[in-house]
C-alpha cells in the first residue's frame, strides 16, 4: 500500500457477482503489466484504479493481443493460453500436478488435471474462448465507462464466472452445453477480465463453496493474492461466499452473499 493517488479510472461494481470482482482484479493486473505502478481498491459499489492510461487502451490492448497456445500442457480443451501482450500465462483451470496423470485413460484425463474452477463443457478449447471474448468484448466510450460491466449480450463462449441473470437457466435445469448455438446473454469483458484476474488472485475453495474479499486500501497486484484469499487481513473490506452451479459437464459461478464486513470511515 501506498500514499493515496487521485483515481483517474473508476467502475461501477456488483460484488456479490463473482464475475465482476474478479474482473476487477484482472483490470488491475493488465494495467500494471502495461504500464506499471497501478493500484486499485473498492469503495461504496465502486472499484477504483490509478493507472498511467485510460480503461479504452487497456481494453483495445485486450482485443487485439494475440495469444499463444501450449501445446504439451494437458488435454486440449484445458491447455494453457498467453495473451501475448501482457506476458500473462492463463492456467489457473489446471492443476499443477496435472502431468501425474498423463497416462490416466482418455476418459477422465480432463477432470482429473483440471481445478475446481474450470467450467466450461469439453467442446470448447480455453484458446477458443479467450479469441471469441476478444472479439466479443465491447471498447467502452467515457460516458460508457462506469457502467461497463452493466452491459451484457447474447455470447456463445464464456467460462462461466458472470453470475450474471443468463445463468438462472441453469437452476432450471437448461443444459447450456447442449445450446451453446442459442448464446448466453452474459458480459464478455466480465467473463475475459475475470480469466485474467483469477491466474492471480485466487479465492479460497472449499467443498460446497468458494470466499473471496474485497479491499478499501489501495493495493498493488502483488500483494492480492493474501488479501483476495483472506490470508491476511487487508482492513476495510467485505468477505464474501458463494456456490457453484452445476448442470452435467457445465457450471457457472452462482450470486455471493457476505459472511463478514468492515465499515467504511
Known amino acids: 500500500m501506498s500514499q493515496v493517488r487521485e483515481p483517474n479510472i473508476h467502475l461501477r461494481v456488483d460484488p456479490t457477482n463473482p464475475g465482476q470482482f474478479f474482473a476487477c482484479c484482472g483490470l488491475l493486473e493488465l494495467a500494471d503489466r502495461l504500464w506499471g505502478g497501478a493500484e486499485g481498491w473498492f469503495y461504496s459499489q465502486h472499484f477504483y484504479l490509478c493507472v498511467n492510461g485510460t480503461l479504452v487502451e487497456l481494453i483495445e490492448k485486450l482485443r487485439n493481443s ?23 500465462k492463463l492456467n489457473w483451470w489446471l492443476r499443477e500436478d496435472w502431468s501425474r496423470f498423463k497416462n490416466s485413460p482418455k476418459n477422465k484425463r480432463v477432470g482429473l488435471m483440471k481445478t475446481k474452477l474450470k467450467f466450461w463443457a469439453g467442446n470448447q478449447t480455453a484458446r ?29 463462449s464464456r467460462f462461466g464466472l458472470d453470475a450474471g441473470p443468463a445463468w438462472t437457466a441453469l437452476d432450471v435445469g437448461f443444459s447450456l452445453n447442449e445450446h451453446l448455438q442459442i448464446g448466453v446473454k452474459a458480459s464478455a469483458a466480465v467473463e475475459l477480465l475475470a480469466a485474467v484476474g483469477l491466474q492471480r488472485c485466487r479465492p ?61 470511515e
Open 204 to 264: 479460497r475453495i472449499f467443498d460446497d463453496f468458494i470466499d473471496y474479499a474485497t479491499w478499501g486500501d489501495p493495493m498493488m497486484p502483488l500483494v492480492l493474492p493474501a488479501v483476495v484469499s483472506g490470508v491476511i487481513d487487508a482492513g476495510i473490506g467485505t468477505t464474501f461466499r458463494t456456490k457453484i452451479i452445476e448442470r452435467g459437464s457445465y457450471s457457472a459461478f452462482s450470486y455471493s452473499h457476505t459472511i463478514s464486513k468492515e465499515r467504511y
Open 66 to 88: 494475440s495469444t499463444t497456445f501450449f501445446e504439451e500442457e494437458g488435454e486440449p480443451s484445458i491447455r494453457p493460453v498467453k495473451l501475448d501482450i501482457f506476458n500473462l
Open 128 to 156: 477458443q474462448l479467450v479469441e471469441n471474448l476478444q472479439q466479443a468484448i465491447a471498447v467502452p466510450t467515457k460516458d460508457e465507462e462506469e457502467m461497463y460491466f452493466g452491459h451484457r449480450a447474447n455470447i456463445s
